[in-house]
């Protein structure tokens, strides 16, 4: 009886071990009255719970249609690196002025400490989840992102030459996005789809679970989890000090031996002198920095001990844009420019200032409207300048003297003269004229007026003045027939030449006219004669005209009748008046049905092709036909 109650007392303990057992497992995966075991994401949603990284509400729903927040994003994917309490506890001590700045709720505070420290998201992005004191939702790309972060995927995104989605509203996201998404189809987080990624709409808690789940399974096939766990947690060197803050504007800088010493002014005009040292924790519009990127001009916020020496500078980029001449540049290491520009001061009186700033060695520098660098730059020249944090990063200078050769476009008065030039390039330049300028023409002295469109310039210009210009004439030769004259202190000739190409040219004084080998005047000239003409640029020099007929054919609508006078005007279609034609005895007339007809079957509204010839500015009709009868 002994033995048998020992074995009954083994098997008794036994079944109490395996009860506990599955009790307690019971109890940790939550069950969940609204997730019905055909519901798509079941299992990862079991999944997801039971690992602790996913949980429900209270009242036992899981909720899986419900929009996940920025912050609850952040807090799940910062538990799949299964952190200890140890460690999540040193994290929010080293984040803690930081997460009392942005309001973040004791719970979530671990969670966002997890995520700034794996560089899952930076300060600013903190700052912008919460409005109104409510984390936003989250949106499927910024998931996307904060994933390929955490599964230490985010060089091979950034390696992505070429991204392929087969998403038809994947233009909608920025590039850097794009990659980052095509990787996590690639890993199975998303699914791929020939329709729309919805890149800007919330992630649902059902959507996260599986994503979570297929994450957690890639960190734990590929090490990550284990790899994150062995980085070990810089311990805050700060910690246990009093600490104040000083916001204001970084006033002068001195550098020194793994150190800066840095003053900052407040709006109070009252001044801070602190150490920024190695155990400074510093970024610049949300980005880890170093010593050497405090300079003089950000706007700072600064956390100090008592003993002024700074634990965290949350320092912000400061830009402005300058118009002047340079003053000085100096070609070293670090580049420097001096500019000199104009202020206006409270009075409205304009005072000269000078500035000098260092070159940004990734700086964009264009001259003349074409890439440059820094040693083509002179004194003098006329730069526009963007500077950031006192570098300059973009320089936009034109040269003081300039030459410049190209095609006169236009001259205008603005009333000082000025002209309009292209270059080879298509570049199209506007310059004033200086009143004294130099200009000659076929080497000539000449005036401003005798310049003519299409000459060929070559100008010199002295800040954005035309002092020199050297013109020369194009010649070139044309011919047809006389569509229009214009008489008028700028008389022009209209032609439409041998490739039916509708001409116009300007009429020189001095023209030469011969009609019909004799010397003539512009008086003589008549429309629909043939002309051969001598150009110069724009302008017609010598005109050989010959009286004859040019057959021609009209097609319109006829709008007038007069068979007293043999007369009808058309309208063809394209042009602005109507058209005169005069038909004789001899004129033939065919109607709708290819037969002969008379004058009086025509009516006003008919559309009529008519074949004829002009002479001396009269268009008379050979065959007139009727296509369509009014």
Same mark, same amino acid.
Not at 252 to 260: F, G, H, I, R
Not at 478 to 505: A, F, V
Not at 602 to 609: K, N, R, T
């Given at each position: 009886?002994?033995?048998?109650?020992?074995?009954?007392?083994?098997?008794?303990?036994?079944?109490?071990?395996?009860?506990?057992?599955?009790?307690?497992?019971?109890?940790?995966?939550?069950?969940?009255?609204?997730?019905?075991?055909?519901?798509?994401?079941?299992?990862?949603?079991?999944?997801?719970?039971?690992?602790?990284?996913?949980?429900?509400?209270?009242?036992?729903?899981?909720?899986?249609?419900?929009?996940?927040?920025?912050?609850?994003?952040?807090?799940?994917?910062?538990?799949?690196?299964?952190?200890?309490?140890?460690?999540?506890?040193?994290?929010?001590?080293?984040?803690?002025?930081?997460?009392?700045?942005?309001?973040?709720?004791?719970?979530?505070?671990?969670?966002?400490?997890?995520?700034?420290?794996?560089?899952?998201?930076?300060?600013?992005?903190?700052?912008?989840?919460?409005?109104?004191?409510?984390?936003?939702?989250?949106?499927?790309?910024?998931?996307?992102?904060?994933?390929?972060?955490?599964?230490?995927?985010?060089?091979?995104?950034?390696?992505?030459?070429?991204?392929?989605?087969?998403?038809?509203?994947?233009?909608?996201?920025?590039?850097?996005?794009?990659?980052?998404?095509?990787?996590?189809?690639?890993?199975?987080?998303?699914?791929?789809?020939?329709?729309?990624?919805?890149?800007?709409?919330?992630?649902?808690?059902?959507?996260?679970?599986?994503?979570?789940?297929?994450?957690?399974?890639?960190?734990?096939?590929?090490?990550?989890?284990?790899?994150?766990?062995?980085?070990?947690?810089?311990?805050?060197?700060?910690?246990?000090?009093?600490?104040?803050?000083?916001?204001?504007?970084?006033?002068?800088?001195?550098?020194?031996?793994?150190?800066?010493?840095?003053?900052?002014?407040?709006?109070?005009?009252?001044?801070?002198?602190?150490?920024?040292?190695?155990?400074?924790?510093?970024?610049?519009?949300?980005?880890?920095?170093?010593?050497?990127?405090?300079?003089?001009?950000?706007?700072?916020?600064?956390?100090?001990?008592?003993?002024?020496?700074?634990?965290?500078?949350?320092?912000?980029?400061?830009?402005?844009?300058?118009?002047?001449?340079?003053?000085?540049?100096?070609?070293?290491?670090?580049?420097?420019?001096?500019?000199?520009?104009?202020?206006?001061?409270?009075?409205?009186?304009?005072?000269?200032?000078?500035?000098?700033?260092?070159?940004?060695?990734?700086? @964009? =520098? &264009?001259?003349? !409207?074409?890439?440059?660098? /820094?040693?083509? #730059?002179?004194? $003098? +020249?006329?730069?526009? *300048?963007? %500077?950031?944090?006192?570098?300059?990063?973009?320089?936009?200078?034109?040269?003081?003297?300039?030459?410049?050769?190209?095609?006169?476009?236009?001259?205008?008065?603005?009333?000082?003269?000025?002209?309009?030039?292209?270059?080879?390039?298509?570049?199209?330049?506007?310059?004033?004229?200086?009143?004294?300028? @130099? =200009? &000659?023409?076929? !080497?000539?002295?000449?005036? /401003?007026?005798? #310049?003519?469109? $299409? +000459?060929?310039?070559? *100008?010199? %210009?002295?800040?954005?003045?035309?002092?020199?210009?050297?013109?020369?004439?194009?010649?070139?030769?044309?011919?047809?027939?006389?569509?229009?004259?214009?008489?008028?202190?700028?008389?022009?000739?209209?032609?439409?030449?041998?490739?039916?190409?509708?001409?116009?040219?300007?009429?020189?004084?001095?023209? @030469? =006219? &011969?009609?019909?080998?004799?010397?003539?005047?512009?008086?003589? #000239?008549?429309? $629909?004669?043939?002309?051969?003409?001598?150009?110069?640029?724009?302008?017609?020099?010598?005109?050989?005209?010959?009286?004859?007929?040019?057959?021609?054919?009209?097609?319109?609508?006829?709008?007038?009748?007069?068979?007293?006078?043999?007369?009808?005007?058309?309208?063809?279609?394209?042009?602005?008046?109507?058209?005169?034609?005069?038909?004789?005895? @001899?004129?033939?007339?065919?109607?709708?049905?290819?037969?002969?007809?008379?004058?009086?079957?025509?009516?006003?509204?008919?559309?009529?092709?008519?074949?004829?010839?002009?002479?001396?500015?009269?268009?008379?009709?050979?065959?007139?036909?009727?296509?369509?009868?009014?």
């Amino acid at each position: 009886m002994k033995i048998m109650r020992g074995k009954l007392g083994k098997i008794f303990s036994l079944l109490i071990v395996i009860l506990f057992v599955f009790g307690t497992t019971s109890v940790y995966a939550q069950s969940f009255t609204d997730v019905k075991d055909s519901h798509w994401a079941s299992d990862y949603i079991e999944k997801m719970n039971k690992k602790g990284i996913i949980t429900g509400y209270s009242d036992a729903t899981f909720r899986p249609n419900g929009d996940v927040t920025k912050e609850a994003a952040v807090i799940m994917i910062s538990r799949l690196y299964g952190l200890d309490d140890d460690t999540k506890k040193d994290l929010v001590e080293k984040y803690q002025a930081f997460l009392d700045d942005v309001n973040v709720a004791n719970w979530a505070e671990s969670g966002i400490a997890i995520g700034l420290e794996k560089d899952i998201v930076t300060k600013d992005i903190v700052r912008d989840f919460y409005k109104n004191g409510k984390s936003l939702n989250a949106r499927r790309d910024e998931v996307c992102l904060y994933l390929t972060r955490a599964m230490g995927l985010e060089d091979e995104a950034e390696d992505k030459v070429i991204v392929n989605l087969d998403f038809i509203d994947s233009d909608l996201m920025p590039i850097s996005v794009r990659a980052c998404v095509q990787v996590m189809v690639e890993k199975g987080v998303i699914a791929e789809t020939n329709g729309k990624f919805n890149p800007k709409n919330p992630v649902t808690r059902a959507a996260m679970a599986k994503m979570l789940a297929v994450a957690y399974d890639y960190m734990e096939d590929n090490d990550v989890v284990e790899d994150n766990l062995d980085e070990e947690v810089e311990e805050n060197p700060f910690k246990g000090q009093d600490t104040f803050n000083v916001e204001g504007k970084i006033k002068d800088t001195l550098p020194a031996k793994n150190e800066v010493y840095m003053t900052v002014i407040d709006e109070d005009d009252e001044k801070t002198t602190c150490v920024v040292n190695s155990k400074t924790d510093i970024t610049l519009d949300g980005d880890d920095v170093d010593l050497e990127d405090i300079v003089e001009g950000l706007d700072v916020e600064v956390e100090l001990t008592e003993e002024l020496e700074a634990v965290e500078v949350i320092a912000t980029s400061v830009t402005a844009k300058y118009s002047g001449k340079i003053e000085s540049i100096s070609s070293g290491s670090p580049s420097k420019l001096e500019i000199e520009y104009e202020v206006e001061d409270e009075d409205g009186d304009t005072d000269t200032e000078e500035e000098t700033f260092y070159i940004d060695e990734d700086c @964009d =520098i &264009e001259l003349d !409207n074409e890439n440059s660098h /820094i040693s083509k #730059l002179d004194k $003098g +020249d006329i730069v526009e *300048i963007d %500077v950031k944090n006192n570098k300059i990063v973009e320089i936009k200078a034109e040269s003081k003297n300039r030459n410049i050769d190209g095609e006169l476009k236009d001259i205008k008065f603005d009333p000082k003269p000025i002209i309009v030039i292209e270059d080879e390039d298509e570049n199209t330049y506007e310059f004033e004229v200086d009143d004294h300028a @130099d =200009i &000659e023409r076929n !080497n000539d002295d000449v005036e /401003i007026t005798d #310049l003519r469109v $299409g +000459d060929e310039l070559d *100008i010199e %210009v002295e800040y954005e003045i035309v002092e020199e210009i050297e013109a020369e004439t194009v010649e070139k030769e044309d011919e047809g027939t006389i569509k229009s004259i214009l008489i008028s202190d700028e008389p022009k000739l209209t032609i439409k030449n041998d490739d039916d190409d509708i001409e116009t040219y300007f009429v020189s004084n001095d023209v @030469d =006219i &011969e009609l019909a080998r004799r010397t003539s005047t512009l008086y003589d #000239l008549r429309l $629909g004669y043939f002309v051969e003409l001598e150009i110069e640029s724009s302008e017609i020099v010598k005109i050989d005209a010959i009286e004859r007929q040019i057959n021609d054919d009209r097609s319109g609508i006829v709008k007038y009748i007069n068979r007293d006078a043999e007369v009808i005007s058309i309208k063809v279609p394209g042009e602005s008046e109507t058209i005169r034609i005069d038909v004789t005895d @001899d004129t033939n007339f065919i109607d709708t049905d290819g037969d002969k007809t008379r004058f009086r079957t025509l009516d006003e509204g008919d559309e009529v092709l008519v074949i004829g010839s002009s002479d001396g500015g009269i268009y008379t009709a050979k065959t007139i036909i009727i296509k369509q009868s009014y």
